[in-house]
């Protein structure tokens, strides 16, 4: 006989609602059964458009910045005090609050007289952070996310999100694409470096406001925009689409099936000395000083510069794959699992090599690519399966050698005598089977119909059936 072990009861009904009353203070939801207002719902986004967001640094007033300040801090605090709620709440009580109860105990916190300066921060604002909170829980009952966690001030990013009816925007007719942007809360607009204007016509749907480490703010603006297509790319002389193998590596950032190779800009190597000695000097200082915050500080800014020029530098090079190919094929990394800590023999080595992969920073450049082919009707980015053998199979002969080590950059076929670059090898054998992939895709679609923006070599039995 097997013991049998009692799951836990959710409560629900009137008896929930009791406990949520009394137990939590959370306040019924009240029915005006004489308004005629629907349900709020969601905006839907309009047919043919993609959102975009466009991100530029402001510089706020001292006022702006304090208010800021007690923003981010309420954003916070709300995060925390609602997961706090939720836990305690089916732990206790075994009672489910979502974010319609989370609203409702929001608006309590407010009115009571300890949290009154809640009043202080737009409710929109506030409500947001709550959302951010459900999504959270969302992504962990669907297994793809670890469960929430609390924020904190030192580790937690300080961002806030403006909905519609938080912000006020104003469009400049001399300067189209530019304007005056008010915050719920505050009298005056940003000042905002606009770099490049926002796409006429398209005015913001949502704003994020964020501090970084450096304490440089940014505004995050969310638009509808539509995108034009890019024009087709063949190869000279037919309609076989241009494509492309792409190869990441270490020794080199990205290797082209035709040869070219993109340099790594290793840029933790690069400006490590400067680092290692800011960090010491950092831990020289007394914890809680003022001289301790401006080192933490110079870190700060040094970790920014990092971060920009990364970013750039794949902005850059994932655009042009893009526009200059029709088709792109990858591999499929597992990143997480090459990211794994050293432990054992040969730890050293394996954590250099970690190091070198973040530098690289594949899980952006794969990022990018993917949603720029979706940006982009026509392109498609093919990820062939990560145990296909790119590197130690001839890409003339197609004869499969000895599994190759790390240091071993080149290579000669035994088969066919062919003297292969290891990179250059892979990307080759990379666009071969990432065309045949394609192609099964491009042949099963209904004729007319374009292929997806993402075609997973895992996935394709699901592609095909639903082609």
Not at 72 to 83: D, H, P, Q, T
Not at 178 to 200: C, F, I, M, N, Y
Not at 312 to 330: G, I, K, P, S, Y
Request: aromatic content about 6%.
């Amino acid at each position: 006989m097997t013991d049998t072990v009692d799951k836990p009861v959710r409560v629900t009904g009137e008896e929930a609602r009791r406990i949520k009353r009394e137990a939590l203070g959370i306040a019924d939801r009240r029915t005006d059964h004489g308004s005629t207002r629907g349900v709020p719902r969601s905006r839907a986004k309009e047919a043919g458009t993609q959102q975009r967001v466009y991100r530029y640094r402001f510089y706020p007033s001292p006022a702006q910045a304090e208010q800021l300040e007690k923003t981010f801090g309420a954003c916070r605090w709300v995060y925390n005090e609602a997961l706090t709620l939720r836990v305690g709440a089916w732990e206790q009580h075994r009672v489910s609050v979502g974010f319609a109860e989370s609203c409702r105990a929001l608006t309590g916190w407010r009115q009571a007289s300890g949290t009154s300066w809640l009043r202080e921060v737009s409710s929109t604002v506030l409500q947001q952070s709550l959302r951010h909170l459900d999504g959270a829980f969302t992504r962990f009952f669907k297994q793809s996310a670890k469960y929430p966690q609390r924020k904190t001030k030192r580790r937690s990013r300080n961002s806030a999100t403006y909905v519609r009816t938080g912000f006020r925007w104003v469009d400049d007719p001399e300067l189209p694409g530019t304007g005056r942007l008010t915050l719920a809360k505050q009298s005056e607009p940003l000042d905002v470096r606009w770099s490049r204007p926002l796409p006429e016509g398209a005015d913001p749907v949502k704003l994020s406001v964020t501090r970084d480490r450096a304490g440089r703010h940014f505004v995050s603006v969310l638009v509808e925009e539509r995108i034009q297509p890019l024009p087709a790319a063949f190869l000279p002389g037919g309609h076989e689409p241009r494509a492309v193998g792409i190869d990441l590596g270490l020794a080199a950032l990205v290797a082209l099936d035709d040869g070219t190779k993109i340099d790594h800009p290793r840029l933790m190597r690069k400006y490590g000395k400067e680092l290692a000695r800011l960090q010491r000097g950092l831990h020289q200082k007394k914890k809680g000083s003022a001289n301790r915050d401006k080192a933490r500080e110079r870190i700060a800014r040094l970790y920014a510069l990092i971060s920009d020029a990364r970013k750039d530098m794949l902005d850059q090079l994932t655009t042009r794959l893009v526009r200059e190919n029709q088709v792109l094929v990858v591999e499929d990394l597992a990143i997480t699992n090459l990211l794994r800590p050293a432990t054992g023999r040969g730890r050293r080595r394996k954590a250099g090599l970690i190091r070198s992969i973040k530098d690289a920073a594949w899980g952006e450049l794969l990022r990018q690519l993917r949603y720029k082919c979706a940006w982009y009707v026509g392109r498609t980015l093919v990820i062939v399966d990560r145990f296909f053998p790119s590197t130690r199979r001839c890409a003339d002969c197609h004869a499969k050698g000895a599994p190759l080590d790390v240091s071993v950059r080149e290579w000669l076929c035994a088969e066919c005598g062919a003297w292969h670059d290891r990179d250059v090898n892979a990307a080759r054998n990379l666009r071969e089977e990432g065309m045949r992939l394609y192609r099964l895709v491009s042949c099963a679609l209904p004729s007319g119909r374009v292929p997806p923006p993402v075609i997973k070599a895992s996935e394709l039995p699901a592609v095909l059936s639903a082609a």
